[in-house]
């Protein structure tokens, strides 16, 4: 009897799992084809700005590495058959969105199996030391495309000085940016622990390290045969701005997913 139990809790499962991913592979193909958008870096397609892989960081996390790694497979292979745009296909792209949906599967499976808590993980304080690098990734950016420059002892934007106003802005959203988790994190404490939003913060964080910043850099640089330095600044900068984006659409979302049972 427990056997039978097992057998069908499993078959509903995989039921689950693959009508949850079929859904998440069409939103995902809508979202990145449809309503993506593609910047041009040094007059090439290097920069694609859209939401399509929240749901495959969705089916990562509900559904494990599995799952999450075929759904970002077939909705990259599906999106690019539907609307082929940003140049000819590579494989190297189908690699990232196989990764993107399998990292976090595999860090949910440490969160859901308490492995982070027995190594006395804290997610705060690794997603401040990503942030904090991430930010001078940034400030090093701007420098090598030489949208800032030192001269006399001060920063320069545009050949005019920069505000002091600016750098205490930029420095406050960075301390934003680390303290919205850690301060959202404490009053959800007991609501969807599993699913709190330092721990999205920090699938994404990683995710978008990994696969945005350098294997996509690095498969462009090969596609188009040019300097990987070329793409990766940009890259830098256009994910400090997408990480926290993503982050609360992806854990509003993981929360709606959960209430209607996926």
């Known amino acids: 009897m427990k056997e039978q139990l097992i057998t069908r809790n499993n078959r509903l499962l995989s039921t689950k799992a693959l009508v949850g991913s079929g859904l998440l592979v069409g939103l995902s193909v809508v979202l990145t084809r449809f309503f993506g958008i593609m910047l041009p870096i040094a007059g090439i397609p290097g920069l694609r700005i859209s939401f399509g892989s929240i749901p495959i ?58 492995k982070f808590n027995k190594l006395r993980f804290n997610f705060n304080i690794i997603n401040t030391v990503v942030v904090m690098v991430l930010a001078a990734g940034v400030v090093k950016a701007l420098f090598i495309k030489q949208v800032l420059v030192l ?58 390290l990994i696969v945005s910043i350098v294997l996509n850099s690095l498969w462009l640089s090969i596609l188009f045969d040019k300097g990987y330095m070329i793409f990766l600044p940009t890259r830098i900068i256009s994910s400090f701005i997408t990480i926290p984006v993503n982050t609360f659409i992806l854990y509003s979302f993981i929360r709606l997913s959960n209430n209607i049972n996926y």
């Open 151 to 208: 001269q006399n002892g001060w920063i320069y934007y545009q050949d005019k000085k920069l505000s002091a106003i600016f750098i205490a802005l930029y420095i406050i959203i960075i301390f934003a940016y680390v303290s919205i988790p850690i301060l959202m994190g404490k009053k959800n404490m007991k609501l969807q622990q599993k699913y709190s939003l330092d721990k999205i913060f920090f699938v994404v964080t990683i995710s978008t």
């Open 57 to 114: 960081y969705t089916a990562g996390i509900l559904f494990g590495p599995l799952i999450g790694a075929l759904t970002g497979i077939a909705a990259d292979l599906l999106g690019f058959i539907i609307n082929p745009i940003g140049g000819a296909y590579f494989p190297g792209f189908t690699l990232s969105a196989a990764i993107r949906g399998a990292i976090p599967g595999m860090i949910y499976i440490g969160i859901k199996s308490n």
